[in-house]
C-alpha cells in the first residue's frame, strides 16, 4: 500500500441551529516509512471513521483505552493535526480545507488545553507572557490592556495576579493547569478540546479542576469535547458520552444510557472496571477481564474491530463492520451485531459467560 486512503464523498447537510460542531467521516491515517528511501509501506489508522455532533453548551465525553485514538481525533478537530478524509464543520461552516492562514480566525473560537501541564507550558516564559501570547499572535490588546486581561484571567481561573511575573516551574501540577486553561479562556473561545485535563493530576486536585471547568462552562457558555479513560470523572462532567475503540466509535448516548444501560460489550467491560461508590452493591459484580491484547491500528481485524475479544463475537462479525445504529429496543447508537440492553448489575453473567469462552478456546488449541 503506498497511497494515502482517499476521503469518501458525504453530502452536504444543513446544521441544527443548537449544533456547534459535526464531524463526518474524519479519518486520519499516519504513514509507515520503511527502508533506506523512507518508503510508505503502510498506514496506521488512528482514526477511522468518526461521525459526531456537539451541542452547543454541553459538555462531549471521549472515553476508550490508550491507544484507541482519542488525542488523535481531538487534535484533528482543531486542525493541529490535518485530516486524511472526512469533514469537520464548525459553526455550519466547513473547515476541514482551510489553510493555516484562513484558520487563524477560526482559532479564536477553538481553544485545547493539554494532557500534560509540565510539558505544555513554555518553561522560559513567565506566566503573563503564556496567558498574554493568544492576545500577543491574534493582535487583540497590548500594553496595559494585555496586562489588565491577563490578571483578569489568571483571578478567572483562581490564581493571584501576584503569580503573573513567575515561570512554570515555580507552580504544583494543578497550578499550571490553571495556567493552561487561563490561556485557552483568553480569546474567549466557543469550544475547547480538554485533553485528558486531570489525568496527571493527584485526586485531591483533580476535583478542584474539575469543579473549576465547570463554573468556567456556567459562567462562559462554553462548550466542551472532555477527551480522557477516566470513566468516573467523564460521568461526572459529561451531558453525552462516545465510546472509542482502536479508531471508531462504537457506542454513543447520554451520560445515563451509557452508564445505567450500556450495549456493546466493550462498554460493558470498561464499566465493570469503574469502582462502586454504594457499599450495599460491592461483591455483586464481577469485572470482565478481556482477553488477548488490543489489534495493532496498523492492522486491524476484519468487520467488527472488537470481535477477536469479544465473547459474543461470530462469523458475521468478522464479515460485516457494524454500524453505529440503535439496535435492540435501546434509543442510543451502538456499533455491534449482538447488542443487548444490560443492567451493570447484570455484568457479574456476562464475566462468567467471557471466562466460559475464553476456557473453550484454550482447550480448542491445546
Not at 516564559?125 to 500577543?136: A, D, F, K, N, S
Request: aromatic share 4%; net charge positive.
Amino acid at each position: 500500500m503506498t497511497e494515502a486512503p482517499q476521503a469518501a464523498s458525504v453530502a452536504q447537510a444543513e446544521t441544527p441551529s443548537d449544533e456547534i460542531l459535526r464531524v463526518e467521516g474524519l479519518v486520519k491515517h499516519f504513514p509507515i516509512k520503511a527502508g533506506v528511501f523512507k518508503r510508505t509501506v503502510g498506514w496506521v489508522r488512528a482514526v477511522d471513521g468518526v461521525d459526531l455532533s456537539v451541542k452547543t453548551g454541553e459538555t462531549f465525553g471521549i472515553v476508550g483505552e490508550s491507544g484507541c485514538g482519542k488525542t488523535t481525533l481531538g487534535r484533528t478537530i482543531i486542525k493541529l493535526i490535518e485530516p486524511t478524509a472526512g469533514r469537520i464543520i464548525f459553526e455550519g461552516r466547513d473547515i476541514t480545507n482551510l489553510k493555516r492562514k484562513e484558520m487563524r480566525p477560526v482559532r479564536r473560537d477553538i481553544q485545547i488545553v493539554f494532557q500534560d501541564p509540565y510539558a505544555s507550558l513554555n518553561p522560559r516564559m513567565t506566566v503573563r507572557e503564556i496567558v498574554g501570547e493568544p492576545l500577543h499572535v491574534h493582535g487583540l490588546s497590548k500594553g496595559a490592556e494585555r496586562r489588565r486581561r491577563v490578571e483578569e484571567l489568571l483571578r478567572t481561573v483562581g490564581l493571584s495576579p501576584e503569580h503573573a511575573n513567575r515561570f512554570p516551574h515555580e507552580f504544583s501540577g494543578g497550578q499550571r493547569q490553571r495556567i493552561g486553561v487561563a490561556r485557552a479562556l483568553a480569546l474567549n473561545p466557543r469550544l475547547i478540546v480538554l485533553d485528558e485535563p486531570v489525568s496527571a493530576l493527584d485526586v485531591s486536585i483533580q476535583a478542584q479542576v474539575v469543579n473549576l471547568l465547570d463554573e468556567l462552562q456556567q459562567q462562559f457558555g462554553l462548550t466542551y469535547l472532555f477527551i480522557a479513560h477516566d470513566l468516573s470523572v467523564v460521568r461526572h462532567v459529561s451531558d453525552r458520552v462516545g465510546v472509542m475503540y482502536l479508531g471508531k466509535l462504537v457506542e454513543v448516548g447520554t451520560r445515563e444510557e451509557i452508564y445505567r444501560t450500556p450495549m456493546h460489550p466493550y462498554t460493558q467491560a470498561l464499566l465493570s472496571a469503574v469502582p462502586i461508590d454504594s457499599p450495599n452493591q460491592r461483591g455483586k459484580r464481577e469485572r470482565i477481564v478481556l482477553q488477548g491484547d488490543v489489534p495493532s491500528p496498523a492492522n486491524p481485524p476484519s468487520g467488527c474491530r472488537f470481535r477477536t475479544r469479544c465473547w459474543k463475537a461470530q462469523e458475521i462479525c468478522a464479515e460485516e463492520d457494524p454500524a453505529l445504529v440503535p439496535r435492540a429496543g435501546g434509543a442510543h447508537p451502538v456499533a455491534c451485531h449482538f447488542a443487548e440492553v444490560m443492567d451493570p448489575l447484570r455484568l457479574a453473567e456476562a464475566a462468567a459467560a467471557q471466562r466460559a469462552a475464553a476456557q473453550a478456546t484454550s482447550q480448542a488449541t491445546s
